[in-house]
C-alpha cells in the first residue's frame, strides 16, 4: 500500500431532520483511503454505507448535513464545502461515484453518449465534437462493443451488464483519481458480476486510481479488496486486511457477515434479530441484541472506538479488546 492518503475522513459525524426529530447516521467515523488502492466498505443495507461515502462528493439529501469532523481530500477539507460550485471542483472531476442503480441513475430520454458527453463538456471544458470522441473512446474502454453506434442509443436499449459499464463509463470520463463504486453488481447475475469487478480491477489497474467498494457482500471481495471495514449502525466496528478478515474476523458482527456467505459445505447462519433504529440510539454497543457472545458488561459500557492491536487489524468490539490486552 502506498503511504500516500489522498482522503482522510476524521470522525464524521452525520445528521438528518426528520419532521422535527434529528437522526444520526453517521457517528463518530473515521477512514483513510490511500492511493491505488481499493477499500471495501461492508455491511447491512441501512447501516450508512452510501451515506458516508455520499458527502465524500456533497451529494447528501436537502434534510443531511455533515455535523462533525472532517473529510480531507490531499489535504483539502472538503466537508466545509457549502454551495454546489465548490463541490463541482471536487465532483466527478476528482471523485466520481458508481450508483448502484444505473436505470434509476441514468436519464431515460436522453442517448447514452450524451449523458456521457455532457460530464466531460462540464468538467473538461471541451467543445461537443471533442466531447463526444473522448465519451467514445471512454465507452471503448469499459469493453462496450461498437461504441460509435451504441453512443446514439437510449439505456433502455442495454442489458443490466451493459448499463453498469455505462455508468463506470461516465464516472471514469474525467479520469478522477478516487472512485466510489456503490454496490456495482447487484442485481447482476453471477457471470455478470465477475465481469464487472474484473472490468473495475483492469480499470484501476491503467489508471491507477483507487476505489472505495460499497458492498453488503463479502463473496464478492475477496479478490478485488486489498483492505476491509465493517460498519453498522453508522459505525465502524472492523478494519483489516482481506485476508485477515476471512481468516481471523475479530467482531461478532463481522463473523456473522462471514457465516452468511453461501459454502458448498455448510449452511447458511444468519444474523437474527434486525439492526437498532437510528434515532435515540442507545450509547452501548448498537450490536448488543444481536449478539451471541454478549456479557453483563456490555450493558452498562459506552461504545468503544476502533482499537488497532497490531497496526492494521482494529475492532471495536470490548470483549475481544479485553481478551487481547487492550
Known amino acids: 500500500m502506498a503511504n500516500e492518503a489522498i482522503l482522510s475522513a476524521k470522525d464524521v459525524e452525520i445528521r438528518f431532520s426528520l419532521r ?9 467515523c473515521s477512514i483513510d483511503l490511500y492511493k491505488g488502492e481499493t477499500l471495501a466498505i461492508v455491511g447491512e443495507s ?9 458527502s465524500f462528493i456533497g451529494m447528501l439529501d436537502a434534510n443531511g448535513s455533515i455535523t462533525g469532523g472532517s473529510i480531507s481530500y490531499r489535504g483539502e ?13 471536487i465532483r466527478g472531476k476528482k471523485i466520481a461515484m458508481v450508483m448502484q ?54 439505456p433502455h436499449e442495454f442489458s443490466g451488464g451493459m448499463r453498469q459499464r455505462v455508468m463506470i463509463a461516465t464516472a ?20 455478470i458480476q465477475d465481469q464487472i469487478l474484473r472490468l473495475l480491477r483492469g480499470l484501476q489497474a491503467d489508471m491507477g486510481m483507487s476505489i472505495a467498494f460499497i458492498t453488503h457482500d463479502l463473496g464478492v471481495i475477496a479478490e478485488l ?21 476471512f481468516d481471523d474476523p475479530l467482531h461478532p458482527y463481522t463473523q456473522g457477515l462471514i457465516s452468511c456467505v453461501p459454502k458448498l459445505d455448510s449452511k447458511l447462519e444468519p444474523i437474527k434479530g434486525m439492526p437498532p433504529t437510528m434515532i435515540n440510539r442507545p450509547p452501548t454497543c448498537a450490536f448488543l441484541a444481536r449478539c451471541k457472545f454478549r456479557r453483563e458488561s456490555c450493558f452498562t459500557e ?19 479488546l479485553r481478551e487481547m490486552g487492550k
Not at 477539507?77 to 471542483?89: A, C, G, N, P, R
Not at 430520454?109 to 460530464?119: D, F, N, R, T, W
Not at 456495482?184 to 447475475?189: E, K
Open 20 to 28: 422535527g426529530r434529528m437522526l444520526t447516521a453517521i457517528r463518530k
Open 46 to 54: 441501512g447501516c450508512g454505507k452510501s451515506v458516508f461515502t455520499k
Open 77 to 89: 477539507d472538503i466537508s466545509k464545502y457549502k454551495t454546489e460550485k465548490e463541490w463541482l471542483t
Open 101 to 154: 442503480d444505473p436505470m434509476t441513475s441514468l436519464n431515460p430520454l436522453k442517448k447514452i453518449g450524451v449523458q456521457i458527453s455532457e460530464a466531460i463538456e462540464l468538467h473538461q471544458r471541451l467543445g461537443k465534437e471533442d466531447a463526444k470522441r473522448e465519451a467514445i473512446e471512454v465507452l471503448k474502454k469499459v469493453g462496450i462493443p461498437d461504441p460509435e453506434r451504441r453512443y446514439n442509443q437510449y
Open 172 to 191: 471514469l470520463a474525467c479520469s478522477p483519481s478516487l472512485l466510489i463504486a456503490d454496490e456495482p453488481t447487484t442485481a447482476l447475475d453471477v457471470s
Open 225 to 245: 479488496c486489498s483492505r476491509v471495514i465493517v460498519m453498522y449502525a453508522g459505525m465502524l466496528l472492523e478494519e483489516a486486511p482481506i485476508d485477515d478478515i
Open 302 to 320: 459506552p461504545v468503544s472506538e476502533l482499537t488497532y492491536f497490531d497496526g492494521q487489524h482494529a475492532t471495536s468490539c470490548s470483549v475481544r
